[in-house]
């Protein structure tokens, strides 16, 4: 067992919770974040159950302003030593634009894009002090294009890997790097959040938490700067960047409609 942590943030459901099992495998102590008190208690007694960690669990809500400052107090306090950082909290605000409350896209920007780039500053750093450190970005096939009826998600997850391709960049040299995850439909809770049905098309697509989280954590290990789960996701992100911004628009808006 290291005396390592690893932070994972929306480690409650879905790839978090993958993360977060993956990771203690690995032998690496935790700190699990999440609104949902009970769900993180679930997680920490099941893991507990076949690996001998330290785990930390920390309820409360990333979309806060303070959030990211409280969560590194808590570390400092706990004498936590965190050499990886999995940024995976988020969630999609779906219909038209001009359907869905202003607050709710609101705490979407907050949480996909603010939170995620502050928390980044505030561990990226610690790492870079102690020469040593995996961050891991949770974006979305979605960044590669816009998307109708998910504009401002789309929006968000291209800002995520903006910021995160080019921050990997920027760290060359260091004994840290930026992982960003662009992982397409997968069956979580995400889409019953968002309030979006799948379609057949999706449905054919969807992989599973488990199999995006192993994919995900052996490319940050490996220090890749980009990783996009399965083999048609790979076609579509591919094809996306090549065609022309109408076509992949016209086509999104048919796929999220």
């Known amino acids: 067992m290291t005396n390592e942590y690893a932070i994972v943030t929306g480690a409650s459901s879905g790839i978090g919770l993958e993360f977060s099992k993956l990771l203690a495998k690995k032998g690496y102590n935790l700190v699990l974040v999440a609104r949902r008190t ?3 208690e679930k997680l920490k007694a099941e893991i507990l159950l ?3 960690i330290d785990i930390q669990l920390v309820s409360m809500d990333l979309s806060e302003k303070e959030a990211p400052n409280e969560l590194l107090a808590f570390t400092h306090k706990n004498n936590l030593t ?3 950082l999995v940024n995976n909290a988020g ?4 219909g038209e634009f001009f359907s869905v409350p202003i607050e709710r896209t609101i705490e979407m ?7 995620l780039t502050h928390l980044t500053y505030l561990f990226g750093l610690e790492m870079k002090k102690n020469n040593n450190g995996y961050i891991l970005q949770v974006a979305s096939i979605g960044a590669f294009q816009p998307s109708p009826y998910v504009s401002a998600y789309s929006a968000t997850k291209a800002y995520v890997m903006l910021f995160s391709e080019g921050l990997d960049f920027e760290l060359k040299g260091t004994n840290v ?3 960003t995850l662009y992982p397409g439909a997968t069956r979580t809770e995400f889409f019953e959040v968002s309030d979006t049905k799948v379609n057949s098309i999706i ?5 599973s938490p488990t199999q995006v989280a192993e994919i995900a954590l052996n ?4 220090r890749q700067r980009s990783i996009v789960p399965g083999f048609m996701n790979k076609i579509t992100a591919f094809i996306t960047q090549l065609s022309p911004r109408k076509l992949t628009t016209w086509a999104a808006a048919k796929l999220m409609h």
């Open 38 to 40: 009970d769900r993180l």
């Open 177 to 179: 790097s930026v992982t």
């Open 109 to 115: 920007l907050n949480l996909n894009m603010v939170t």
């Open 50 to 52: 076949t690996d001998k």
């Open 219 to 222: 490319a940050m290990f490996n």
């Open 91 to 94: 969630f999609g605000a779906n």
């Open 82 to 84: 965190i050499s990886v």
């Open 203 to 207: 449905e054919s697509t969807m992989q």
